[in-house]
């Protein structure tokens, strides 16, 4: 139980330390400022970034100025915003049964054309060995949360791309009938046959991958491109599996290979796929500039000349975040110019690597994060610029299609009591004998 008295007197403290640190931390920002906009020689700042060598995640490859900003474009009068989110139960070796389950929504919704939303879920439960275990380096490794985590990740992209598939088909069946080229008899049948209003694919109609240990949709060769209403698919969070650098190099190797297979198809279709960010923490472009602020010509942290110094010549600006900076820059609608992220997984990502821009959404500056293909089409640009901002606009604040998925693919914590309930029901009834861990029992049996 927790001593709210004792929370409450480190609170205070906390609250005032902050306090002392505003006036330090504000003229930090105008420093950062000062130096956004002496950079006006961007090319030479571009040149010396790719020489540097740093321990900090620097924005890099930007084509204007650091102040550049554009405009909010228009935005079609038919397109397809296409989103998916996950949640989770994680293996508990403390529960009745060791397994795990991920749910994963699909949200699709039209604009300007009158089709009714898909707004569901479907929820996957893993329990076999080939699930709870994997092999690495000879040895059995059992599926962590981390692990789990991941797995969830790659699912929601290839959700993502199951159902750009689909409504890909549906514009292609509209866009034949508008041309007067299809009839109601012969019309081509979705690849499920299925009604986007009232279900989605069974597990029998999936296709397992060939090298896949999971029985979750596959794209297989994707449809040649056609004139379709623009669509744009939505993430919640970044397109850079960073996290995969602390996991072992086969399960690594394995999920971006996957996820790659997702880009792919979407750079195939010339659909832009999209990490959205909310309040982002990161300081790529500080630390872009604090490089600019290097005497040495070719900068080497682990080389540094002036460790001796009572500041560094870098450090006046150490603790600033890109978000606030854009605060000062951007008004609503408008976004960043575009830089490329040197996050070292990205080494792996081949022809997409991620380049991201920030944008003021209104009430507040978000992070975009978008494949280099994506990133180097202004069309493809435009298009993710608008209909993001639009996407805030009817959300009040968060795109609307992404805080849909999140509801659908929610597992709280009444959810999660229910989900062992039943477990524990059909154990009982097939009579197999239930045990769980003292642990187990005493957090449900509170005894004082």
């Not at 449809?223 to 209403?229: A, Y």
């Amino acid at each position: 139980m927790l001593d709210f008295s004792a929370v409450k007197k480190q609170i205070v403290y906390m609250v005032g330390e902050q306090k002392s640190h505003q006036n330090l931390y504000q003229k930090k920002v105008e420093k950062a400022l000062e130096e956004l906009k002496r950079w006006q020689d961007w090319p030479l700042l571009n040149f010396k970034l790719s020489q540097s060598k740093t321990s900090w995640l620097t924005a890099q490859d930007f084509s204007e100025p650091l102040t550049a900003f554009s405009p909010l474009p228009p935005k079609p009068k038919q397109f397809t915003v296409i989103a998916t989110d996950g949640s989770q139960i994680f293996p508990d070796r403390h529960e009745i049964a060791l397994c795990y389950l991920i749910n994963i929504s699909s949200v699709v919704l039209h604009y300007g054309t009158g089709e009714r939303p898909l707004l569901t879920s479907r929820p996957t439960l893993f329990y076999r060995e080939e699930d709870l275990y994997k092999e690495w380096n000879r040895h059995k490794v059992p599926v962590d949360g981390e692990m789990v985590g991941i797995l969830r990740n790659l699912m929601e992209f290839q959700e993502l791309v199951r159902l750009a598939t689909e409504t890909r088909e549906q514009c292609e069946i509209r866009e034949q009938e508008n041309m007067g080229t299809g009839e109601p008899g012969d019309r081509e049948i979705g690849k499920y046959g299925i009604n986007y209003d009232t279900k989605i694919p069974e597990q029998s109609d999936l296709r397992v991958g060939d090298d896949s240990p999971h029985p979750y949709y596959i794209p297989t060769s994707p449809r040649p491109h056609v004139p379709v209403s623009p669509q744009v698919a939505l993430y919640d969070g970044t397109l850079i599996f960073w996290h995969l650098e602390a996991t072992p190099e086969d399960f690594s190797a394995y999920i971006l290979k996957e996820f790659l297979k997702v880009l792919d198809s979407f750079q195939k279709w010339q659909v832009p796929i999209a990490g959205y960010i909310s309040y982002p923490r990161s300081a790529d472009v500080i630390h872009t500039l604090r490089v600019g602020m290097c005497p040495e010509y070719f900068v080497n942290c682990d080389k540094c000349p002036y460790r001796d110094l009572p500041e560094l010549p870098c450090e006046p600006i150490q603790g600033v975040i890109d978000q606030v900076i854009f605060s000062y820059l951007l008004e609503p609608g408008e976004r960043s110019t575009v830089f490329k992220s040197t996050s070292k997984i990205l080494k792996n990502y081949g022809p997409h690597s991620i380049y991201f821009f920030y944008l003021n959404v209104g009430s507040e500056i978000a992070r975009v994060e978008i494949p280099e293909w994506v990133a180097r089409d202004q069309n493809l640009l435009a298009l993710t610029h608008a209909v993001i901002y639009d996407q805030v606009e009817k959300g009040q604040g968060y795109p609307v299609s992404l805080a849909e998925a999140h509801e659908k693919a929610v597992v709280r914590g009444p959810d999660r009591e229910l989900f062992y309930r039943m477990l524990q029901d059909a154990l009982v009834q097939q009579n197999i004998r239930i045990q769980s861990s003292r642990k187990s029992q005493k957090k449900r049996q509170i005894s004082i």
